[in-house]
């Protein structure tokens, strides 16, 4: 695979990934349990786009880990601070002054709203992601072999116990002792590693990639009848095998990876796509992430849409990304403005 082809397939998964996530936002009924048709429906987009976040922080490891081919260390934390932890601080604080019900409150009450992202629920993802950046420099002090072995051993610890052993508890209720979970492999570390090595290191023929696919489509299937049939009967959600660690999200995220890497340019669509300007889109989709909730919030009530509108849930999504996409780009040509999306 040559390297134009590889930077290709992490824009698409990029925007890919963008979409998804405004997808879950827009299904947001799903967390409010309903034996209604809206609800039935909610559950498969749910987990369809579950792979979102995992995936995003895989891509995170391929585009990371070897920072130090091309800056030192002391660069790489000033690029990632103002790239994501001064837009973060930004949008989070404007989501305090704009809610009516964050006013009058002390400095600590600020603070919690915004470090524990109170302030802006889905901005959780930054707080893991700030967690990854401070530990990817452990890993940049030794040689790329070095560094692969290292991740290789962490990625089967982490996968036993924070993946595989979980998910057998969770289904058993076992006794056991989480204090074996590996500590090296602790927050979501385990996806910026396995993004890593399933470009650094795994080669797969296609009788492998094809039991990836399946293996990813046994955990989205799992989840989605286990979800349905379990929140069903018990009259509440019933979320056992839906923890973004847990195997089945593991298995269909690193199966969506791996469709990207090897085979999405030898589908047709690819070449629909190829007409649309995806690496000029890849650079707005951090400001897309931080500004699209305004969107989700406010176009149902201009448009007079329920949030149970399976219209809202699936074209909505699309409306939100372009809205949100126009927003960016407009920010970006304002120059006080450009730094915070």
């Not at 002090?141 to 996968?159: A, D, M, V």
């Not at 989480?178 to 590693?193: E, K, M, N, R, S």
């Not at 839906?242 to 890497?261: H, N, R």
């Not at 649309?276 to 931080?290: A, M, R």
Request: charged share 15%; aromatic share 20%.
């Amino acid at each position: 695979m040559n390297d134009d082809k590889r930077i290709d397939y992490i824009d698409y998964l990029n925007v890919f990934c963008c979409i998804a996530v405004i997808a879950l936002h827009c299904n947001g009924c799903f967390w409010s349990f309903s034996y209604e048709r809206y609800w039935i429906t909610s559950v498969f987009i749910e987990c369809i786009f579950y792979f979102a976040v995992p995936v995003f922080f895989m891509i995170t490891g391929v585009t990371l880990f070897d920072y130090k081919d091309k800056y030192d260390t002391r660069t790489y934390f000033i690029k990632r601070f103002k790239r994501t932890v001064i837009p973060f601080l930004f949008w989070s604080v404007a989501w305090v002054i704009f809610s009516k019900t964050n006013r009058d409150k002390s400095i600590i009450e600020i603070f919690d709203l915004i470090i524990n992202t109170k302030a802006q629920g889905v901005y959780w993802f930054f707080i893991p992601l700030f967690s990854i950046y401070l530990s990817i420099p452990a890993f940049s002090y030794t040689t790329k072999e070095q560094r692969i072995k290292i991740l290789k051993y962490i990625l089967y610890y982490g996968l036993i116990t924070v993946s595989i052993v979980p998910l057998i508890i969770n289904i058993t209720k076992l006794p056991f002792n989480y204090g074996f979970t590996a500590p090296v492999c602790g927050g979501f570390l385990i996806y910026p590693v396995i993004g890593y090595l399933l470009v650094n290191s795994f080669k797969f023929n296609v009788k492998q990639r094809v039991a990836i696919y399946i293996l990813g489509f046994c955990g989205l299937i799992s989840r989605i009848v286990t979800v349905l049939f379990w929140s069903l009967e018990e009259g509440k959600i019933i979320n056992t095998l839906g923890g973004v660690m847990l195997l089945p999200t593991v298995a269909y995220s690193i199966a969506v990876f791996v469709f990207f890497q090897y085979d999405i340019f030898k589908f047709k669509l690819s070449s629909l796509l190829k007409k649309v300007n995806v690496k000029e889109i890849t650079n707005y989709t951090f400001g897309i992430y931080l500004v699209h909730m305004i969107f989700v919030i406010k176009l149902p009530k201009i448009l007079h849409f329920s949030n149970h509108s399976i219209i809202w849930r699936s074209v909505g999504v699309l409306f939100v990304f372009l809205l949100s996409l126009l927003a960016v780009k407009i920010l970006k040509r304002i120059p006080l403005l450009k730094k915070i999306v």
